[in-house]
């Protein structure tokens, strides 16, 4: 079975900091992995996917994670935080190509200090 | 029109009420789903439907019956609900089945009483 991992429950960071938000995850065969954000009182909203094409993957909002198959990462940055940026993020994956088999992990929450 | 809506936005209801929850989306989607969200938590699978047909039922209690009368619509029925059952609710649509990317409404938030 597959699974992800998000180490913590909080991350902060300040307005302009690099965000980091770390995602390991776990499959004997090749998964799909995404980051979903979720806004409060939203539903989430796909930033981005890795569907085994370019390792490393652009998504909206000028996020961007790179697949490392030898660490099993999936970790999701981006250069510059903005206080906009303040969510709660959930890494996911899928190994039979099917959005009905999609796991998320427990997610993550980001504050961004002004 | 790349919307998912959910109707009703809060819902308080309890435990011998009968209530519904409705989703609709004009994407030509034809993956459906509905997923149940704790807070701080993240979503559970529920239902799939897969054009218009129960594809995927994840062990729900028959306290909860989802329907889907057309491939824009779904809608959850709720009956005798328990306080346990306090949640938000997400529909989500996707082209398809496969890995599509999903599309959720900004979700249905139940309180049972």
């Known amino acids: 079975a597959q699974s992800v991992t998000q180490l913590g429950s909080h991350v902060s960071v300040s307005e302009g900091a690099l965000v980091l938000l770390r995602c390991n995850y776990s499959?004997?065969?090749?998964?799909?992995l995404f980051w979903y954000v979720q806004y409060p009182n939203q539903g989430l909203q796909l930033l981005l996917k890795?569907?085994?094409?370019?390792?490393l993957v652009k998504g909206i909002n000028g996020f961007e994670a790179e697949f490392k198959k030898s660490e099993t990462s999936f970790h999701l940055t981006k250069p510059s935080a903005h206080m906009s940026d303040a969510a709660e993020y959930f890494c996911a994956v899928s190994v039979s190509g099917a959005n009905s088999k999609l796991t998320f992990g427990k997610g993550i929450t980001l504050s961004v200090r002004p | 029109d790349t919307e998912v809506t959910q109707t009703p936005k809060h819902l308080v209801m309890g435990m011998t009420n009968k209530k519904s929850l409705k989703c609709e989306q004009h994407?030509?989607?034809?993956?459906m789903y509905w997923y149940k969200q704790k807070a701080k938590k993240p979503p559970e699978l529920m239902f799939v439907y897969s054009y218009e047909k129960l594809s995927i039922n994840e062990s729900v209690p028959s306290r909860f019956s989802p329907e889907c009368p057309n491939s824009s619509l779904l809608n959850l029925h709720l009956h005798a609900l328990q306080p346990e059952d306090s949640a938000l609710y997400l529909c989500?649509?996707?082209?398809?089945?496969?890995?599509?990317?999903?599309?959720f409404g900004s979700g249905t938030q139940l309180s049972v009483l």
């Open positions: 499959s004997s065969v090749p998964p799909y």
């Open positions: 994407m030509g989607h034809r993956a």
């Open positions: 890795y569907t085994s094409a370019a390792t």
């Open positions: 989500a649509s996707s082209q398809g089945s496969g890995v599509e990317k999903l599309f």
